[in-house]
């Protein structure tokens, strides 16, 4: 009886172990990582991992296994992150790859090194990088390891607009880093570490820090001249009769071009015809394949040229009423024949009779509001009025 007891009780402890022993059985967390946010010190460190169990964090600063999943950052850290209810655990330790620190970095130059043996400007900088090297003790707070005394230094010359522009602009050209320690000696003269450039060149600046280093950086700036825009005019000198119309053609082959006409299908057009009612200056203004641009400035004198017959005829000339919302009737010398156009800004006929005699009436059931011309052709000259629709 006593042996059955002892089977039975060792039959009871084997079920036991083995029950153990496949609770404990080794497995791995996936999708943890260590995150590094960079704010105002202390810098923290985030440990995370996916799903939806309990954990425990275990640190290697020689603090209790606990909850804590943050801890300020220290040299040669690890954390062990265990799930509670499986078991399951996986480590993670500081290393080179870059973590992609998040956080505004200030403007200063205070060189830092990284663990990746390179220079940064300042620690917050390593930070964003993921790289950092701590100088600590295991637990305390860190502080990046200032940058030796070194025979290598680097430096960058920075636009804020691109390097090639048209003649008549400016820009600046600046040296990185910025540092009050050293001196910079541009390849016109000038020792400032920002320099402002208006014509074509290489530029190069030479950078001296307080240790000795230096470095050199070129760059290359392109400025287009201005482009050429001429103008020409039928007739040569721009001065006609009123009534008359004139021809404005400029230099052709830029991709855009403005003009001042009031006449929307003149935009784009390297040549167009006007009917100015006074003296008047037109202007085009065109842009380049550079995307630079030139202006020209067209002054076209209008004369009457009423003399003579053709003067006596106009001042017998009545025309109302003018403005006119309704028909306009136009008054002319007893006796007299004249050829009749009515005209609108652009230049285009709108109505034109062959031959009037003392009375006509303008209908203006066809005609738009807005501004014409009236030409009367008489044997001795031409008579030009100004007309308002409304």
């Not at 910079?184 to 208006?198: A, D, K, P, Q, R």
Request: hydrophobic share 35%; net charge negative.
């Amino acid at each position: 009886m006593k042996y059955l007891y002892t089977l039975l009780l060792a039959t009871l402890l084997l079920i036991a172990i083995s029950d153990i022993s496949a609770q404990t059985t080794p497995c791995t967390l996936t999708g943890g990582v260590v995150t590094v946010t960079y704010s105002a010190p202390p810098i923290m460190m985030h440990a995370a991992i996916n799903g939806i169990s309990q954990y425990t964090f275990g640190w290697n600063d020689g603090t209790p296994v606990g909850s804590s999943s943050q801890k300020p950052f220290y040299s040669g850290w690890c954390v062990t992150i265990t799930d509670i209810m499986t078991g399951c655990d996986t480590t993670i330790c500081e290393s080179c790859i870059p973590t992609g620190g998040i956080g505004a970095c200030p403007m200063i130059y205070m060189p830092v090194c990284g663990c990746d043996g390179n220079i940064y400007n300042n620690d917050c900088i390593a930070m964003q990088n993921g790289i950092f090297t701590f100088l600590s003790a295991i637990g305390a707070n860190g502080q990046l390891l200032p940058c030796p005394n070194s025979t290598t230094c680097t430096v960058d010359i920075n636009s804020n607009v691109p390097l090639d522009f048209c003649e008549g602009d400016t820009i600046q050209l600046e040296a990185q880093p910025w540092d009050t320690t050293a001196t910079y000696l541009w390849s016109t003269g000038e020792t400032t570490s920002e320099i402002w450039v208006n014509s074509s060149g290489i530029y190069s600046v030479t950078f001296t820090n307080d240790t000795g280093c230096v470095a050199t950086d070129s760059v290359g700036i392109t400025v287009y001249p201005t482009p050429v825009l001429n103008a020409y005019t039928v007739p040569n000198p721009a001065s006609i009769c009123l009534g008359d119309s004139l021809v404005i053609e400029v230099t052709q082959g830029f991709d855009n071009y403005w003009w001042n006409t009031g006449n929307p299908s003149d935009q784009d057009q390297d040549r167009v015809v006007v009917f100015p009612a006074q003296d008047f200056t037109y202007v085009v203004e065109t842009l380049d394949s550079n995307g630079c641009d030139a202006r020209v400035e067209i002054f076209v004198d209008v004369d009457t040229c009423a003399t003579g017959v053709i003067l006596y005829l106009a001042n017998q000339i009545s025309i109302y009423p003018n403005p006119s919302q309704g028909n306009m009737t136009i008054d002319l010398p007893f006796n007299e024949t004249f050829e009749f156009e009515l005209i609108d800004i652009i230049g285009k006929v709108i109505s034109q009779e062959k031959e009037i005699k003392e009375t006509y009436v303008i209908n203006n059931s066809k005609i738009a509001k807005g501004t014409y011309f009236i030409k009367l052709k008489h044997a001795t000259g031409i008579i030009s009025k100004k007309v308002v629709f409304k």
